[in-house]
């Protein structure tokens, strides 16, 4: 006989115990369960996947009384406070989700590191190729993504080695097709004018802002990552390596209903319960960065 279990406790096991163990986030990093609501919602049989827990994003979570949980990418959640009051955008969010009984959930750099996480999405872009972490896990993450059989796939940041080296110029065509973007930034390697002219046959992936982690690889042609600073950038393309920005949460939100959506829906119908749960992605979630 199929058995009812609170959509939270399924929605965690599901998140956390089979695909991103907040053991394998970043030590500096806030995951896991951020918010409880005390009274769960009456009826939330629904998932609410976003990048960014903002009021936008929240009013469209609200809106639909049968939203129980939200994942949000980021943690909406992450400095030490001691009182909670509306006057903060944060605290105005988490006591809202509190008081409408939605709890929230947010997996940030563990979804980065595990196998099939979102850096691994990130190297899809690309054709044949080669995938491997740029950095590997200490001892204890590494026991933690055993556990889940990527002890040699999770890592931190990915580098791709492509079969064949191709122009700049077409794997600018193949981010922006992956990514559904119209435009990328774009640093030249010192001395090149013409992205057709310099051949790529290593790439440096990051989601998010990715020069601690890109810069780390011992040889790349290429920088992907969402954000760097300006003297980061510069100090790449000075050693020959050319960058491609695309902002910082353009290179995660295509995850979400690409990848996230679908195996979070068969996880929660495959569980055992006795109720459906339906996994939506947030249609007003965008990165506050436009090119005007």
């Known amino acids: 006989m199929s058995k009812t279990t609170p959509l939270l406790t399924r929605v965690s ?14 030590p500096w990093d806030n995951v896991g369960l951020l918010i409880e609501a005390p009274v769960p919602r009456a009826g939330g049989n629904k998932v609410f996947l976003t990048i ?13 009384p049968h939203t129980g949980v939200i994942i949000a990418y980021h943690p909406p959640l992450f400095s030490s406070f001691k009182r909670l009051t509306t006057a903060d955008v944060k605290q105005r969010i988490a006591l ?3 008081a409408h009984g939605v ?16 850096n691994d999405w990130l190297a899809e ?4 190729h080669k995938c491997a972490p740029i ?38 065509q193949a981010i922006k097709k992956h990514l559904n973007l119209p435009h990328v930034r774009l640093a030249l390697p010192e001395g090149k004018t013409d992205p057709r002219d310099v051949s790529i046959k290593t790439i440096a992936i990051c989601a998010g802002s990715g020069n601690s982690v890109c810069s780390k690889a ?25 960058v491609v920005l695309c902002e910082h949460s353009n290179t995660e939100r295509g995850y979400l209903s690409q990848v996230l959506q679908q195996k979070m829906q068969e996880l929660l ?13 947030s249609k007003r979630d965008s990165d506050p960065l436009v090119i005007v």
């Open 103 to 118: 709890s929230v959930l947010s997996p940030h750099t563990a979804l980065d590191t595990c196998a099939g996480g979102l």
């Open 125 to 128: 872009a690309f054709p044949s």
């Open 218 to 242: 011992k040889k790349a042609d290429l920088y992907f990552t969402g954000e760097m600073g300006h003297h980061e950038v510069m100090d790449a393309t000075s050693k020959g390596t050319a």
């Open 269 to 281: 119908n495959g569980d055992g319960s006795a109720e459906n749960v339906e996994v939506v992605v």
């Open 135 to 172: 950095s590997e896990l200490d001892d204890r993450r590494k026991e933690i993504a055993a556990s889940l059989g990527q002890a040699k796939t999770a890592g931190v940041g990915r580098l791709v080695t492509l079969n064949q080296a191709a122009s700049l110029y077409d794997l600018i």
């Open 96 to 98: 809202l989700c509190a």
């Open 52 to 64: 960014d827990l903002t009021l936008t994003t929240l009013e469209e979570a609200l809106a639909d």
């Open 13 to 26: 096991n599901a998140l956390f115990g089979r695909i991103a163990p907040t053991g394998l986030a970043e």
